[in-house]
């Protein structure tokens, strides 16, 4: 009596559970499900009996070979797995797999799926979201902090390395007049052409971001300053060439730039970089459209 009360306990949570369960055989043949497994494979248990395991877990996956051993070694195994709705929909599960002796000594498989694609998906949308608030809105590259952070990690690896690393900071000349000649409008396109253009004349590696209003700030890693002064050159020519269309006119504007330098072998903070950088800046500002340098001393 005691054996059948808690043969019915167990069945009922099985039955009851919302995750899917099954019990099998070691060599993949199931021979129990419940309802949960159903739901979630979209199938009848006639249709999951026929397929067996391999119809329900995607045998290419290579986590499934590796989780198969360690159940044979340790008599359980959790991993993440993929698996197959019956439309060949594939998603990402959570499953356990335990070896155990029924009544009469026989060798069985107790299996718990979990869907968790959903949660892959909310991480996923996450991600893209923390991504997002790294973005300035307006021109797509890194926003002020996320720059500096970026430039943090750069410095460090400079400092181990023993590398230079230069720093540009690009600022629109007169860029008011532009907003007061045309509006805020046409303010917002110069900016995200500068942006563009800036992208497009520096390399892949460097790091480029929106340090203020009209002002854009440039890490250059491994990069010596007769090499940085060469690239602020060749974003400054880019620069006086761009004609964005507003309207029916196309604006013209020029920029200036400030390149700094640091050598590994007198370190500074970022702070007194950034300063040299803007220093280097004020220099050009006098002249409008060309670049100054200064170096760390």
């Given amino acids: 009596m005691v054996l059948m009360i808690s043969d019915n306990y167990y069945r009922s949570i099985v039955e009851n559970s919302r995750d899917a369960i099954l019990l099998t055989i070691p060599d993949g043949r199931i021979i129990h499900v419940n309802k949960a497994t159903c739901d979630l494979f979209r199938m009848p ?4 009996y026929a397929r067996g395991r391999s119809g329900l877990v995607d045998g290419s996956d290579p986590r499934l070979k590796a989780a198969l051993l360690e159940r044979a070694r340790t008599g359980h195994a ?3 797995l993929s698996c197959i709705r019956k439309d060949g929909i594939k998603f990402l599960a959570d499953c356990t797999s335990t070896l155990f002796k029924n009544w009469h000594g026989e060798d069985r498989t107790a299996m718990i799926i979990r869907d968790i694609s959903m949660f892959q998906q909310a991480e996923e949308e996450m991600k ?20 500096i952070n970026m430039l943090r990690q750069e410095l460090n690896r400079a400092s181990r390395e023993l590398t230079e690393t230069s720093l540009i900071i690009v ?16 303010g917002d396109l110069v900016l995200k052409e500068y942006a563009k253009c800036l992208t497009r004349n520096l390399r892949q590696y460097d790091i480029l971001g929106r340090y203020g209003g009209d002002e854009f700030i440039a890490c250059l890693p491994n990069t010596s300053l007769e090499t940085s002064v060469g690239i602020a050159e060749r974003m400054r020519r880019a620069i006086e060439s761009l004609r964005p ?3 029916s006119e196309h604006i013209m504007t020029t920029a200036s730039f400030g390149v700094a330098c640091m050598d590994y072998k007198k370190p500074i903070n970022i702070d007194s970089f950034i300063l040299m950088a803007d220093t280097a800046l004020y220099r050009a500002k006098k002249k ?10």
Wanted: hydrophobic fraction near 35%.
């Fill in 128 to 147: 893209e979201a923390i991504s997002l608030l790294r973005l300035d809105y307006l021109t797509g590259i890194l926003v002020r902090g996320a720059f």
């Fill in 245 to 247: 269309a507003y309207s």
């Fill in 78 to 80: 959790r991993s993440e």
């Fill in 288 to 297: 409008r459209d060309s670049v100054s340098t200064i170096l760390s001393t």
């Fill in 171 to 186: 600022d629109i000349d007169r860029f008011k007049k532009v907003n007061d000649s045309y509006g805020h409008t046409a």
């Fill in 45 to 48: 248990e006639d249709e999951i």
